[in-house]
């Protein structure tokens, strides 16, 4: 079976750096940030006091928001990937149907509309797909608080409330005590979430190699690594 190929765009070739990008934001400034932020909560648990007991709550509350806020961060960040890159393919592949404005205004369930009506593959088939939409209601839920995004959180990753009472957490117990409020979003979701953004971007330039028509040949040599190595191969339904 050939490999799933697409018709490349200028757009495949601007999306070089946006693996890299993701990456750089995570270990360069997410992570930098939270160890700030636990330097100053190991301190305060050394100097002890009265003080230091009504003051640790607070940090430890700036360091659950932070989190979130760099959750929503990430997910913006894939987000404004997504949309520009789904702009340059609608503009070179199909610029009388004047896509913009649609795509602009787009949202979540649309887009993915979009991208398999111009690239021949659904958003869903690629791997990293459900950290994708799980971090876009997260996203969503930082943006806006307690709505539908939040809902769905509560059934896609219950750690999210990991650090309530068992009681809270336990079953369907407690669901109304599971508030965007409440949240506290653990760093291996923000480094999973930045992996599925940086891993979606690959499997991309992956199809848009497959897809050259005549290759050079150092790269049929890689791709032939590639295909024996890769986790994930796409292929046409």
Not at 120 to 135: C, M, Q
Not at 167 to 190: H, I, K, Q, S, W
Request: hydrophobic share 45%; glycine share 4%.
């Amino acid at each position: 079976m050939k490999p799933f190929r697409w018709q490349n765009c200028y757009a495949d070739v601007q999306t070089y750096r946006h693996a890299a990008t993701i990456r750089t934001y995570l270990q360069d400034v997410i992570v930098p940030a939270l160890e700030t932020l636990d330097s100053k909560v190991d301190a305060l648990e050394q100097r002890g006091g009265a003080w230091a007991a009504f003051a640790r709550p607070d940090m430890m509350d700036v360091k659950r928001e932070t989190k979130l806020a760099f959750s929503l961060a990430i997910q913006s960040i894939w987000e404004r990937q997504l949309r520009a890159y789904l702009l340059g393919c609608a503009r070179e592949l199909r610029p009388a149907e004047n896509l913009q404005t649609k795509i602009e205004r787009a949202d979540w369930e649309t887009l993915q509309v979009f991208f398999a009506s111009l690239r021949g593959i659904e958003l869903r088939a690629f791997p990293s797909f459900d950290a994708l939409d799980i971090l876009q209601n997260l996203g969503s839920a930082a943006r806006h608080g307690d709505g539908s995004s939040a809902k769905k959180l509560i059934h896609q990753c219950p750690d999210l409330w990991a650090h309530l009472s068992e009681a809270l957490t336990d079953g369907n117990a407690g669901l109304e005590y599971r508030t965007v409020a409440m949240m506290d979003v653990p760093f291996d979701r923000l480094e999973g979430f930045a992996e599925a953004v940086a891993g979606f971007w690959e499997d991309a330039e992956y199809i848009y190699n497959e897809s050259i028509e005549t290759k050079a040949a150092q790269l049929e040599v890689r791709l032939a690594d590639e295909r024996l190595q890769r986790k994930w191969t796409p292929r046409r339904v």
